[in-house]
């Protein structure tokens, strides 16, 4: 069933078929307590005759329809009613057309008032009481009281008439609205369909049609077009890492085939060979570095981030110890400014590549002679980590490009261009952030903030 039929069948036909059972039942509940009222005057009108059927001299019996000051209303109303002496026959009627029976002894009913109601012709209906009565005298007498059911009749087929109306006005209302909105409805789930049918075919440049509604269809397109703008953004940045990486790749093998043509030239001396593979293994060596660092960026991306706690001063000191090695000769002391534990649930794998990444890269810049500082401050709901060196710090307008792929700021310098981008990955992933701010008194100072889980 498509969406539009679907939208009809439960927004207008199933509630009109509902209405209509409801007025059905109305009308069923109208006819109860409309016979219940009948009943209930016959009753009474049954109790005041048994009671003053003997009343005269002789104890003579006699009807008081005749003697009513409301007679006119009883024959409005078509109240009839018959006396039946102790044979069966009958005594009295009243009127004279009246439609009882000829004959009713006190053995045919009960000493309880009986009610039912009889057709007398086509669409014509009375509804009848008999009741057996003892007169003065204890000789059994019977009482028939009816009284026409048309107005009864009437007031129904008026409520059906009525309900019959409103039931289809408001069936076709309801139609025409539902009509309506399940055009516009169906129209705005088509286009968030058609769109996403072309996020499946990969085309991310455009954002679903715009959505005026403040239901909840409207909220699912706004975060199907923030889903998309994250995946053009992420598209350009996956072809933005290809393109650079292929790039990166290519420089050191265009390095290594031309060392190894001009090698192939001409004989070369053994001292010229291992001279020549020389090189080409610095070239080797780029190409693996490069490699690891796409391997490790590829890994954190995809990586299950299970946190456990950690003693984040430890993790930090440890990454400091490994790095010694490669300061000393320069002459750069790693200084440590942290409190003697900082507690932490955290990755600790990609963390402490993050810290090294972070630290290499201090290293690297930091003039020798000088100092690279690693501070760590404990927070309520996050713990941050600075690294702050002493080199030519980073300009303003680098200071966010910096940690996108590939982008270095000195060409000069060894390195894949990764680094800081595995490190705002991993804060990133830690619910955190990174990010550069100049030194006071010359540098640069980076912040690797991570969130308390």
């Given at each position: 069933m498509?969406l539009r039929r679907r939208?009809?069948?439960f927004?207008?036909?199933?509630?009109a078929?509902?209405l209509a059972?409801a007025l059905f039942?109305?009308?069923?509940?109208?006819?109860?307590?409309?016979?219940e009222s009948?009943d209930?005057?016959l009753t009474?009108?049954?109790?005041?005759?048994s009671?003053?059927?003997?009343d005269?001299p002789?104890?003579?019996a006699h009807?008081h329809?005749?003697?009513?000051a409301l007679v006119?209303?009883l024959?409005?109303?078509h109240?009839?009613g018959?006396?039946?002496g102790?044979?069966?026959?009958?005594l009295?009627?009243?009127?004279?057309?009246?439609v009882?029976p000829?004959r009713?002894?006190a053995a045919d009913?009960?000493?309880?008032?009986a009610?039912q109601t009889r057709?007398?012709?086509?669409?014509?209906r009375i509804?009848?009481l008999a009741l057996?009565?003892?007169?003065?005298r204890?000789e059994?007498?019977?009482?028939w009281l009816?009284?026409s059911l048309?107005s009864n009749?009437?007031?129904?087929a008026?409520?059906?008439?009525a309900?019959?109306l409103?039931?289809?006005a408001?069936?076709a209302?309801?139609?025409l609205l539902?009509i309506?909105?399940a055009?516009g409805?169906?129209?705005?789930v088509?286009?968030?369909h058609?769109?996403?049918?072309r996020?499946?075919d990969g085309?991310?440049?455009?954002?679903?049609p715009v959505d005026r509604?403040t239901?909840v269809?409207?909220?699912?397109?706004?975060?199907?077009?923030?889903?998309?703008?994250k995946?053009r953004?992420?598209?350009?940045?996956?072809?933005?890492?290809?393109a650079?990486a292929?790039?990166?790749?290519r420089?050191?093998l265009t390095?290594m085939?031309?060392?190894i043509d001009?090698?192939l030239?001409?004989?070369r001396?053994p001292e010229?060979?291992?001279?020549a593979?020389?090189?080409v293994?610095t070239?080797?060596?780029?190409?693996?570095e490069?490699?690891?660092?796409?391997?490790?960026?590829a890994t954190?991306r995809?990586a299950?981030?299970?946190?456990v706690p950690i003693?984040?001063v430890a993790?930090?000191?440890?990454?400091?110890?490994s790095h010694?090695?490669v300061?000393?000769?320069?002459?750069?002391?790693?200084?440590?400014h942290?409190?003697?534990?900082a507690?932490?649930?955290?990755?600790?794998g990609p963390l402490?590549?993050?810290?090294?990444?972070?630290l290499?890269?201090?290293?690297?810049?930091a003039p020798p002679?000088?100092?690279?500082?690693?501070?760590?401050?404990d927070?309520?709901?996050?713990l941050?980590?600075?690294?702050e060196?002493?080199?030519p710090g980073?300009?303003?307008?680098?200071?966010e490009?910096i940690?996108?792929?590939?982008?270095?700021?000195?060409r000069?310098?060894?390195?894949a261009?990764l680094?800081?981008?595995?490190?705002r990955?991993v804060?990133?992933?830690?619910g955190g952030r990174a990010?550069?701010?100049p030194?006071?008194?010359?540098?640069?100072?980076?912040?690797l903030v991570?969130?308390?889980?």
């Amino acid at each position: 069933m498509t969406l539009r039929r679907r939208l009809l069948v439960f927004g207008a036909l199933l509630p009109a078929a509902l209405l209509a059972l409801a007025l059905f039942l109305i009308g069923l509940v109208l006819d109860h307590l409309l016979l219940e009222s009948v009943d209930r005057g016959l009753t009474l009108q049954a109790a005041s005759e048994s009671v003053s059927l003997f009343d005269r001299p002789g104890q003579d019996a006699h009807l008081h329809f005749g003697d009513s000051a409301l007679v006119a209303d009883l024959q409005r109303l078509h109240h009839q009613g018959a006396l039946y002496g102790p044979d069966g026959a009958r005594l009295l009627a009243y009127p004279a057309d009246t439609v009882a029976p000829e004959r009713l002894t006190a053995a045919d009913v009960a000493r309880a008032p009986a009610l039912q109601t009889r057709a007398i012709a086509p669409g014509e209906r009375i509804r009848e009481l008999a009741l057996a009565i003892d007169s003065p005298r204890g000789e059994p007498h019977a009482i028939w009281l009816a009284v026409s059911l048309a107005s009864n009749d009437a007031a129904l087929a008026a409520y059906a008439r009525a309900a019959g109306l409103i039931g289809a006005a408001v069936t076709a209302l309801m139609l025409l609205l539902q009509i309506a909105h399940a055009r516009g409805l169906v129209q705005r789930v088509q286009s968030l369909h058609a769109h996403m049918q072309r996020l499946q075919d990969g085309d991310f440049s455009t954002l679903p049609p715009v959505d005026r509604g403040t239901d909840v269809i409207a909220s699912l397109r706004d975060a199907i077009a923030d889903a998309t703008d994250k995946l053009r953004t992420a598209s350009e940045l996956q072809h933005r890492l290809v393109a650079d990486a292929a790039h990166e790749l290519r420089t050191p093998l265009t390095a290594m085939r031309m060392e190894i043509d001009v090698t192939l030239r001409r004989e070369r001396s053994p001292e010229q060979l291992v001279d020549a593979l020389t090189r080409v293994r610095t070239e080797v060596d780029r190409l693996g570095e490069l490699a690891s660092k796409l391997l490790a960026m590829a890994t954190l991306r995809r990586a299950e981030w299970e946190r456990v706690p950690i003693d984040a001063v430890a993790a930090v000191r440890a990454a400091l110890d490994s790095h010694r090695a490669v300061a000393e000769p320069r002459a750069i002391s790693l200084q440590l400014h942290a409190p003697e534990l900082a507690p932490i649930r955290a990755n600790p794998g990609p963390l402490r590549q993050a810290v090294d990444n972070l630290l290499a890269n201090a290293i690297k810049f930091a003039p020798p002679g000088t100092a690279v500082d690693v501070t760590i401050r404990d927070g309520d709901n996050q713990l941050e980590i600075l690294v702050e060196d002493r080199g030519p710090g980073v300009p303003p307008e680098h200071q966010e490009t910096i940690f996108a792929p590939f982008r270095r700021l000195h060409r000069g310098i060894d390195g894949a261009g990764l680094g800081l981008a595995i490190v705002r990955e991993v804060a990133e992933a830690h619910g955190g952030r990174a990010w550069v701010t100049p030194r006071p008194g010359g540098g640069a100072c980076f912040h690797l903030v991570i969130a308390r889980a």
